[in-house]
């Protein structure tokens, strides 16, 4: 655990000792860590109308000042200051996307939520859409900085939907909407809205990676996990008292039904629906359904097996609330709603059957053409590419396995469980391992067979695995779900604890592959010429590349995905004419744990000369 991680931990501590020692304590002091966030934007938007109101006042009243900034071009360096704030603040905020529902279309629906919206004095919904997932919630998205003036969405799941009673679903929506409840605890309802504002704020932030939002992106990605960190316990507590909300809107026994459905639906779906449906791209070129026509037939068909929801119903039940989620366990969220009844009951009759009426048929035609446009192309090429691995693998199966390289080794071992050419994948894996013992894809491989039966073995060789970072989240889900199966709730916890630290390293990852500069560490590619020779065909495809040079950018997250640096210098004025290193990159196709800059002398020249000093020219 590094320092940042330390600290959050802590002050995730002190939060909870100091919520049961003196909450009223407790909740001044979060107060002013709130209006910390909101004061330092305060100031910078007062100081943006003061610089601009100031500067043109100036002007106005003195000619010697508005000749000073003419004459000396004063007006660069203040138009340069104006702009920084005003891109630090004005950050664009998008909507939630999805499938629009409307009142006359849902009056039912509609209804229901008018009566929500009185009996528990919220804000207005300005809209309510359905989106593919199974879930729900409420989205207030700023209209004006983080000041309030929200756009408040009410996103419902297709497979919520499907899976729930209205009844159930009226709980769900409660559930949400008592987070802004005007009957409960105003400043409970306040740093709910701060904790999902600046979290936003963090994440719109890092999506502008210039310079011109540097100084607000700092100070968030300081504040905000602080701030995350100290409100965690108060937002724990909000979810039993939104839980709550929802039983008094319908019901112990409609919210406890929700509660239990939703754990055990969303696994069921996952489990016997989406797994067979994408192991359909071994045979089919397309789906042979559509994946939401497919979904609303199966819903219809199909009613879970009552040891299978058992089985999912148990494992949820073994769950310990942690410091990773905000939401408690089930069994605490049960018993707070003084549920004794444990038990699932399959849907009779789903709420979008209640509520969609013929919108149904057009929210899935709007999901499965949603997802043609996105999916379908990479569906194809799979599709294509495991017919090359099948015969790639029939001619590695005919081969000598001591005279195959490390890599035809490999992939005769992960194709042949990948079309199930082996009896027993340990043997298989374990053979790899023998030649290979230090490859952490065969070290994860055979943890994860380990695990699946149920051999304490393979938590040694996860940990073993997750040495190399692409490994460390699937092995915590692995290691996670099978502690807790058998009931060893801290080690669990460990693990989920390892999951969790992991994504700030996304976070890190993405950052350093979003731009690079003149202040970044360049140095001689440590690939092969092999390996980056596709990128090199591509580059050369265009006639106006004169020469190309390779470098490396040294980056702290993900080592083994390197970050390629290419210089191109164009033939006589191209780079600067036509947009070479834009062009190109517009049509380069890459892989998607590739990261890839190209730029040329006109780009950025002193960035330039630094890739032709320590890299390598390939052409």
């Given at each position: ?40 934007i ?8 003061s ?11 003195s ?47 509609f ?28 989205v ?12 408040n ?5 297709f497979?919520?939907?499907?899976s ?7 709980a ?22 701060a ?39 108060l ?17 112990s ?17 996952s489990?016997y ?8 791209i ?22 879970v ?9 148990a494992?949820?039940?073994k ?57 379908l ?6 599709h ?12 590695l ?7 195959l390289?490390?890599?035809e ?100 990852a ?11 560490v ?19 495809q ?74 390598e020219?390939?052409?």
């Open positions: 655990m590094d320092s940042k991680q330390k600290i959050i931990e802590g002050l995730l501590i002190k939060a909870e000792q100091d919520l049961a020692n003196n909450s009223k304590g407790y909740e001044k002091k979060l107060m002013w860590y709130s209006l910390l966030g909101y004061g330092v305060s100031l910078l938007l007062i100081s943006l109308i610089l601009v109101a100031g500067s043109v006042a100036l002007a106005s009243t000619s010697f000042f508005l000749l000073l900034i003419l004459k000396k071009k004063l007006f660069i360096p203040l138009f340069i200051m104006v702009w920084i704030l005003f891109k630090s603040i004005f950050v664009r905020w998008p909507k939630p996307e999805g499938f629009q529902l409307t009142a006359k279309e849902c009056p039912e629906l209804a229901k939520l008018d009566d929500i919206h009185k009996k528990l004095k919220t804000p207005k919904l300005h809209q309510v859409i359905v989106t593919p997932e199974f879930n729900a919630a409420i207030q998205t700023p209209r004006f900085l983080a000041f309030g003036f929200t756009h969405t009410l996103i419902l799941g497979e919520l939907l499907l729930l009673s209205k009844q159930e679903v009226t769900v929506i409660a559930h949400e909407l008592g987070h802004l409840s005007g009957n409960h605890s105003k400043f409970h309802g306040w740093i709910y809205r904790r999902n504002t600046w979290e936003n704020m963090m994440y719109n932030l890092d999506q502008h990676n210039g310079w011109a939002s540097a100084p607000l992106r700092w100070f968030f990605n300081w504040y905000s996990p602080r701030f995350s960190a100290y409100s965690f316990a937002a724990q507590l909000n979810e039993f008292e939104a839980d709550m909300v929802a039983k008094e809107i319908t019901s026994e409609s919210t406890a039904s929700a509660l239990i459905k939703t754990h055990v639906y969303s696994e069921y779906i489990e629906l989406w797994k067979p449906f994408n192991e359909d071994h045979r089919y070129p397309a789906p042979k359904i559509p994946p939401y026509s497919c979904l609303y037939k199966f819903m219809n068909e199909n009613n097996n009552p040891e299978i929801a058992e089985k999912y119903l494992f949820a039940l769950e310990k609330t942690n410091h990773l989620d905000t939401h408690p366990c089930l069994h605490e969220r049960l018993s707070s709603i003084s549920s004794v009844d444990a038990n699932f009951s399959p849907t009779d009759k789903s709420a979008a059957t209640d509520w969609l009426n013929n919108n149904i048929t057009d929210a899935i035609s709007y999901f499965d053409k949603q997802w043609e446009e996105l999916n192309s990479s569906w194809e090429e799979e294509k590419q495991l017919k090359a691995n099948s015969e790639m693998l029939e001619d199966l005919n081969r000598d396995v001591t005279s390289s490390q890599e080794h490999w992939n005769m071992t992960w194709l042949s469980e990948e079309f199930n050419k082996s009896d027993d994948l340990i043997v298989l894996y374990q053979q790899y391992n023998d030649v290979y013992p230090n490859d952490e894809k065969g070290i994860f491989a055979l943890g994860r067979l380990y695990l699946e039966k149920n051999i304490d073995k393979g938590l040694v060789l996860l940990e073993k695995a997750i040495l190399k970072d692409e490994f460390i989240e699937p092995a915590c889900h692995l290691a996670y779900s099978y502690l807790v199966e058998n009931e060893r709730i801290d080690e669990a916890s460990e693990w989920q604890t390892k999951a969790y630290n992991i994504q700030d390293v996304y976070r890190s993405q950052l350093e592959r979003q731009q690079i500069t003149r202040k970044d360049i140095i001689k590619a440590e690939v092969s010429t092999d390996s980056v020779q596709p990128l090199l065909n591509q580059i050369k265009n006639d106006k590349v004169k020469e190309v040079w390779l470098a490396q950018k040294v980056v702290h997250q993900f080592t083994d995905s390197p970050v390629l640096v290419f210089a191109l210098k164009a033939k006589r004025g191209f780079y600067l004419s036509d947009n070479l290193a834009e062009k190109i990159l517009e049509k380069l196709e890459i892989s998607s744990d590739e990261t890839v800059f190209i730029f040329t002398k006109g780009n950025d020249s002193r960035l330039f000369k630094k890739v032709l000093k320590v890299g020219q390939l052409i």
